[in-house]
């Protein structure tokens, strides 16, 4: 096994690796951050229900509504507080 792996380091890395020609990543300002919050039960099965008929993860659907109220810059407001 030992000749197999050094046979691998030896053929499959080139010597020099030219970045020169490399892009920046595109999707930089795209990164996640994992969190962690409660909701309501009638909430959540809301989404649940609403990504069902899309096809989608609750997960999916809850992120595309907040990114779309953050990228038209909604203004919450509360038509019911209970």
């Known amino acids: ?8 380091l030896d ?6 690796i030219d970045f020169s020609k490399a892009i920046h990543n595109p999707y930089i300002n795209q990164l996640r951050k ?6 309501p039960v009638r909430t959540l099965n809301y989404f649940r229900d609403q990504a069902d008929a899309l096809g989608i993860s609750y997960q999916t659907a809850i992120n595309m509504y907040l ?16």
Do not use: G, H, V, W
């Open 67 to 82: 990114t779309d109220c953050a990228n038209n810059q909604r203004k919450i407001s509360f038509s019911d507080r209970k």
């Open 34 to 39: 994992e969190i962690s919050i409660s909701m």
């Open 11 to 16: 053929d499959d890395m080139p010597e020099i």
């Open 1 to 8: 096994m030992e000749d197999y792996e050094e046979e691998l």
